[in-house]
């Protein structure tokens, strides 16, 4: 080879190394944008917020029953946890999906499981949207975080007119920005979201008139639905900082039909206060999964989904926030296991749909176990 040929050689090669490099910086600088901009609101701008509750107590939001996100003593129980589960978290085939289709007027009590807390409520001629999430990642990344086990069953695009969208806390499986931005920009359905959670909205060019801001037992007059914030423990945060943002559960209550909405919750005994002054449920849509004995006060294990179920007075129990995403320990199918016996043994009706399939609960229909196959 020329000395000639062994120059241009070289200059080819630090153009391509030159060219990489910016291509790295210019991918780093983009990620780190849309890192910022998904983890919402400044610490400052939910400051604005935060005062108007009385269960912030000046640097946090806190709940009623005192709780803890980690077991004291329990990092090295987790950390060995993480490291010899292997694939057990996840589904060996792929989950079966189905396509929904929906009437031109909302059911009198229907609903859709769309994956993890995701739901699509039908009550009394209404349509609530509850804790949507379309992301492939339930992560500030897009490139690092909990992925999808399976697609979304419908587009946001498919979805029918919504009357109005809640939802239950903060953090990346049940507040996702691209999926917000969608809604905003293609429905004009109020979001209803606990205090604080408002200021992600509006950063995320929500317009002002379309927040609502509660604090539990607040509401919101949706026509002849009134929808309930109602008290649930969790704690929340998209940052460094925690629980600069109230957690919720919901009520839906109608002329003729209720539902509960529980969000993500750890086990707390005022869901019978809730059973007592909202329900009795005709539905009830609770978290079965994501639970461990490492952080008991903020997760509902099955069992507790069942009791939760009860004192709410609940009729039929729809579990979610499972399936979806692995964000615990467990195995893939361990909380519907664990959940029908808890059900069985206190005689519960629970009704488990693939995701995307539709329940009409004024003429219901035998539902396969098809999770035993996944």
Known sequence: MSSRQTSALRRVSTLATSTAALLGISYLVREG?????????????????????????GKAFQNVLPSTTLAPGSAGGLLKGLLTRGSIGKPGTPVPLQTPVWPAQAAELAVTWLGHASALIEIDGKRILADPVWAERVSPSTVVGPQRMHPVPVSLEALPTIDAIIISHDHYDHLDLKTVVALRDQHSAPFLVP???????????????????????GYYQ???????????RHF????????????????????????????????????????????????????????????PDIHLNPEEAVQTHL????????????????????????????????????????????????????????????????
Not at 33 to 57: E, I, K, Q, Y
Not at 195 to 217: C, K, M, Q, S, Y
Not at 368 to 373: H, Q, S
Request: a negative charge; aromatic letters at 10%.
């Open 222 to 232: 949706l026509g002849d639905l009134r929808v309930t914030c109602t008290q649930a």
């Open 33 to 57: 944008t849309g890192v910022r901009t998904s983890m919402g609101a400044s610490r400052g701008d939910l400051a604005a917020s935060n005062s108007r509750s009385p269960h912030f107590d």
């Open 236 to 295: 929340s945060g998209r940052g460094l900082t925690r629980n600069d943002t109230l957690w919720s559960s919901w009520a839906l209550i109608g002329p003729q039909h209720r539902v509960f909405f529980g969000g993500d919750t750890g086990y707390t005994p005022a869901f019978a206060e809730t059973g007592e002054k909202y329900g009795p449920f005709d539905l009830t849509l609770l978290p079965i999964g994501a639970y461990n004995a490492l952080w």
């Open 195 to 217: 205090i604080g959670v408002g200021a992600h909205l509006r950063g995320w060019g929500v317009p002002e008139n379309r927040v609502i801001e509660l604090d539990w037992d």
């Open 311 to 374: 004192d709410v007075l609940g009729d039929i129990l729809l579990p979610i926030h499972w399936g979806t995403f692995d964000l615990a320990l467990h195995a893939w199918s361990e909380p519907v296991i664990r959940l029908l016996a808890a059900a069985d043994a206190n005689d519960v009706s629970v009704m488990i749909p693939e995701p995307g399939q539709r329940l009409d609960l004024t003429d219901p229909v035998a539902l396969e176990p098809w999770w035993k196959a996944v």
